[in-house]
């Protein structure tokens, strides 16, 4: 994967505080790091007085709390609409370039075959909404534009879900994981990579899809991180949706085709599995 980066260039790396801003930083850190604190994305002049012509702006910044969103609906949709279509009219104005990361969560969730960029979008939740308006925003403002879709993202650390198995299998005797659910986990490092990839071809598709590969559920996810860990895999024990009930539904299948990404000529993500094991290693040093 190539993850060089023109020095003449100038990568802005909005959310650069959070769980994959982190991960760019660390694989780019020539880029200008920008956290909540640092830019207020739905600001316009202050996006206007940061982005110059010739920039890369990388946006990662996003409003994530997917339960939280169904109540708080101006502030999600500020997040994730409002800052994207701020970034989308700054960056055109300049002539700057704008890749903007989104989410599975556009869709209904209700497929059995991967989702390709072009199928219908209907989301179910209040955060899906607000991210599709953003991409929406986006398109409308910065038709040179870049979206891409992604999906299960973690770390290992700071709260992700495989951070969060890492610390139930120190804590609990058994843990009940959700098996209904089908997704793509996604690491934040080896996703970091592919946009860092995706900076050098503004040539390539507006919209992608981008996720490790294969497909998992939230049981068999936990289920690798107990025997990564050397833990019995036995003591997660599987469990239907019905048994956590949220305020957003979460989709019941939400795999991602990289059909356009590879077709694109860019690196196609490895499995999920082996990507699992490098994220871990490198959370438990």
């Not at 739905?42 to 339960?67: E, F, H, K, Q, S």
């Not at 299998?169 to 843990?175: A, P, Q, S, V």
């Not at 934040?188 to 981008?210: F, G, W």
């Not at 059909?259 to 694109?264: G, I, P, S």
């Amino acid at each position: 994967m190539n993850t060089d980066f023109a020095p003449k260039t100038r990568l802005l790396v909005t959310g650069a505080g959070g769980l994959l801003g982190r991960e760019i930083m660390r694989l780019a850190p020539h880029a200008v790091a920008l956290t909540r604190a640092d830019l207020d994305i739905t600001d316009r002049g202050a996006v206007d007085a940061l982005v110059r012509p010739g920039d890369v702006v990388l946006n990662c910044a996003a409003y994530t709390a997917v339960d939280a969103a169904e109540s708080d609906v101006d502030n999600a949709f500020a997040g994730n609409t409002t800052g994207p279509a701020v970034l989308a009219a700054a960056t055109a104005h300049v002539g700057a370039r704008l890749i903007h990361v989104s989410t599975d969560y556009v869709f209904a969730g209700d497929a059995d075959t991967p989702y390709e960029p072009a199928d219908p979008v209907a989301p179910a939740t209040v955060y899906g909404r607000s991210k599709l308006a953003g991409e929406e925003a986006v398109r409308a403002a910065a038709p040179n534009a870049q979206i891409v879709r992604t999906a299960w993202v973690y770390s290992g650390v700071n709260g992700d879900f495989v951070a969060t198995m890492r610390k139930l299998e120190r804590e609990r005797d058994t843990i009940s994981v959700v098996a209904d659910q089908h997704g793509s986990p996604t690491s934040a490092a080896d996703l970091a990579a592919a946009l860092i990839e995706l900076t050098t071809r503004p040539d390539a598709p507006s919209t992608l899809h981008t996720t490790n590969a294969g497909t998992a559920t939230w049981y068999d996810l936990a289920v690798a991180v107990f025997e990564e860990l050397g833990a019995d895999p036995t003591r997660v024990q599987p469990c239907d949706s019905s048994a956590f009930p949220r305020p957003a539904p979460r989709p019941a299948y939400s795999v991602l085709a990289p059909t356009v990404w590879n077709a694109a000529g860019l690196t196609p993500l490895r499995h999920w599995r082996s990507a699992l094991t490098d994220a871990l290693s490198a959370a438990t040093r």
